[in-house]
């Protein structure tokens, strides 16, 4: 048999399940939780119960006060929750933001406070610079090929930049026409070909890295030429390494970058650090100037004298040229990245031309 207070809980679930607004939901609470309410009588009641009944009464009293109060709480929500999707439905998602005072609505990019503008400019979404998208990319390929990261800074002296790279003094590369000298000495490095030498004087064998960084050349700047630009170096000392080793490993890379037809060619060429050298090219049907032969990078063996100066440096053995073999190699970056999105101009890397920069977006 159901009892009294079971049938006043199911009214009252009803009730409240069924309110239409706030105003007959407060009108429930009061009706059955308020003072004088159905509920809380019930309360008074219990004093007048015989002994028995009480704790059976008590408990169904509670159960009942608990599953009111629950379910006003559980429909109160769902009114706030009707609120607010509500008041959202209101706002227009599709519509532009707020330009500024004269309806300006191109670049944002100077902030409110500077301009001294306190109202709202409409937020633009930044993009990567090709250059760094460029980078981002290569670094994964020799990632994957378990390359990790070295770095050195862009001020060196002459001994990492060239003495220790089997560079004499004499050499052209120097000169001060070719390389920005400061005047205590140092020198902005003419490539990134001086990690090698850090790396590894910091460790020993086997070393396998890639270094990406800027590079700075006193060169006349014209479509391809820029005082600075950017390389990936590469150097992977180890037993037995061979040159089938470094082309597997440029292959590999210039495939993944640019398609599975590319093809790449070696010639061979002369750098003091490397025994023999060659010259990377590439050639790829999927690149605007798919049908020449593009040169990105340098390359080559590591010469023997290279691991000498280290050892000196370290003062052991532990670039021991008969023990230890290596292969090095250096990426122009720019060279890579103009080739890839059809660049013509190496200028516009630096020139900050949104026109240009958003069609990498
Ligand atoms: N450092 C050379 C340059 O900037 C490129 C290079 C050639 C790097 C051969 C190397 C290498 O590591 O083995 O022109």
Not at 134 to 163: K, N, Q, T, V, Y
């Amino acid at each position: 048999m159901f009892h009294p207070l079971e049938q006043l809980r199911d009214e009252a679930l009803r009730e409240i399940e069924s309110a239409r607004d706030e105003q007959a939901l407060e009108a429930a609470r009061v009706r059955y939780l308020g003072r004088s309410g159905s509920v809380s009588s019930w309360g008074e009641q219990m004093k007048t119960l015989a002994k028995e009944e009480k704790p059976t009464v008590g408990k169904l009293l509670n159960e009942v006060r608990t599953a009111v109060t629950a379910a006003i709480e559980a429909r109160t929500r769902q009114f706030q929750s009707q609120k607010e999707s509500a008041s959202l439905g209101k706002i227009d998602i599709s519509l532009p933001g707020a330009t500024g005072p004269t309806g300006y609505s191109g670049y944002s990019g100077y902030s409110t406070s500077l301009t001294g503008y306190s109202g709202y400019l409409p937020l633009e979404r930044g993009s990567l610079h090709p250059l760094t998208q460029m980078l981002e990319r290569s670094i994964e390929i020799f990632r994957r090929m378990g390359f990790a990261l070295a770095d050195g800074p862009d001020i060196e002296d002459e001994w990492h930049c060239f003495d220790a790279l089997n560079t004499p003094p004499e050499h052209p590369a120097r000169n001060e026409q070719d390389t920005f000298y400061l005047p205590d000495g140092r020198v902005l490095r003419t490539h990134t070909s001086t990690v090698q030498i850090r790396t590894m004087q910091s460790a020993p064998p086997p070393i396998r890295v890639i270094a990406p960084g800027a590079a700075y050349r006193r060169d006349e700047v014209d479509a391809t030429h820029s005082a600075q630009f950017h390389q990936i170096e590469g150097l992977y000392v180890d037993e037995n390494v061979s040159l089938a080793d470094l082309k597997g490993t440029l292959e590999f890379f210039m495939r993944e970058l640019f398609g599975a037809d590319t093809a790449v060619q070696f010639r061979p060429h002369y750098f003091p650090f490397t025994e023999p050298s060659l010259e990377v090219y590439v050639k790829s049907k999927a690149l605007k100037k798919g049908e020449q032969w593009i040169e990105v990078a340098g390359s080559g063996i590591v010469h023997p004298a290279v691991f000498e100066a280290v050892n000196k440096a370290r003062g052991d053995k532990a670039y021991d040229p008969e023990k230890w073999t290596g292969f090095a190699f250096g990426l122009g970056m720019d060279r890579l990245a103009m080739i890839l999105f059809d660049i013509p101009d190496i200028r516009l890397f630096a020139q900050n031309d949104l026109r240009f920069l958003r069609q990498f977006a």
